[in-house]
T-cell receptor
Framework: KNEVEQSPQNLTAQEGEFITINCSYS?????LHWLQQHPGGGIVSLFM???GKKKHGRLIATINIQEKHSSLHITASHPRDSAVYIC???????????????FGTGTRLTIIP | SQTIHQWPATLVQPVGSPLSLECTVE??????LYWYRQAAGRGLQLLFY??????ISSEVPQNLSASRPQDRQFILSSKKLLLSDSGFYLC???????????FGPGTRLTVT
């Protein structure tokens, strides 16, 4: 079982729909990232959160540390939101006292006009 | 502002040939640097990270190596490529451990 699980793997929706992507993890974390990967491969960091909720434009990310679960919501979805959304958790990495990101396999979102 | 560059953007190399991918960061000093690989249909996997010049930690044993000859330069290398080295290679940086990471545009490597 992967340390980070995302659902669904693929999601197709009509423009304007409310989108929810889920992420569950099985390890202790210090923070969680939501990333967006465009068709060309480039990755953009959307959120980094360790508790509660963050909002940026039409995007909302929530995290429940006790339940080891996070959700990414997109309101009023648009075709330009089509991308792969990746959840990644930051865990303590003993070498050099560092921390490392462990990634989910991503959710491919397609918004149809 | 900070910028991260990677080159080349795409690369097709035969099995057994050497590899050198370069990553540079502008606008920050002493960043933590990371190399990731994304194989087809799989999630991103950390390959190497560096907290300073000459300091490299390898996440998994493999056919690849990394070097950091300058503060803001990170190089991924191989002496002899394998078919399994094909994938999308991403470089990233962060200010400190545990801080948000920023990704480069990536290099798509196809080993034939």
């Amino acid at each position: 079982k992967n340390e980070v699980e995302q659902s669904p793997q693929n999601l197709t929706a009509q423009e304007g729909e409310f989108i929810t992507i889920n992420c569950s993890y099985s390890v202790g974390i210090s923070a969680l990232h939501w990333l967006q990967q465009h068709p060309g491969g480039g990755i953009v960091s959307l959120f980094m959160l360790s508790s509660g909720k963050k909002k940026h434009g039409r995007l909302i990310a929530t995290i429940n540390i006790q339940e080891k679960h996070s959700s990414l919501h997109i309101t009023a979805s648009h075709p330009r939101d089509s991308a792969v959304y990746i959840c990644a958790v930051l865990t303590h990495y003993p070498n050099f006292g560092n921390e490392k990101l462990t990634f989910g396999t991503g959710t491919r979102l397609t918004i149809i006009p | 502002s900070q910028t991260i560059h990677q080159w080349p953007a795409t690369l097709v190399q035969p099995v057994g040939s050497p590899l050198s991918l370069e990553c540079t960061v502008e606008g920050t000093s002493n960043p933590n640097l990371y190399w990731y690989r994304q194989a087809a249909g799989r999630g991103l996997q950390l390959l190497f990270y560096s907290v300073g010049i000459g300091q490299i930690s390898s996440e998994v044993p493999q056919n690849l190596s990394a070097s950091r000859p300058q503060d803001r330069q990170f190089i991924l290398s191989s002496k002899k490529l394998l078919l399994s080295d094909s994938g999308f290679y991403l470089c990233a940086w962060s200010r400190l451990a545990g801080y948000e990471q920023y990704f480069g545009p990536g290099t798509r490597l196809t080993v034939t």
